[in-house]
């Protein structure tokens, strides 16, 4: 995984600059962006690889997170169905 970043608006630099970014076209790779301990939850909008989209079943919605955590080892998608 990589990136860069990407402002928007002014003020959005100097708010970097003030956590100590300083080369606003720098290509970060996943260890600049992950240094510790990190949950990462994704939850399908539409199907996808990793998870199905959401789903209109009449009377619930049902949908599916990926939910990642490293100091646990997480690894698991969670299911969910809501009633409208």
């Known amino acids: 995984m990589q990136g860069r970043l990407h402002f928007v608006e ?4 100097s708010r970097a600059k003030q956590l100590g970014i300083v080369d606003f076209s720098k ?3 996943i260890e600049d ?3 510790d301990d990190v949950i990462f939850c ?3 909008v539409t199907n ?5 989209g959401i789903k209109d079943e009449g009377d619930f919605f049902y949908s599916e997170t990926l939910v990642l955590h490293s100091s646990s080892k997480t690894n698991t ?3 969910n ?3 409208k």
Do not use: P, R
């Open 77 to 79: 998608i969670l299911k």
């Open 27 to 29: 290509k970060y790779d």
């Open 10 to 13: 002014n003020n959005e630099k």
């Open 33 to 35: 962006m992950v240094k």
């Open 42 to 44: 994704a939850t399908g």
């Open 48 to 52: 996808g690889d990793f998870v199905n």
């Open 81 to 83: 169905q809501s009633k």
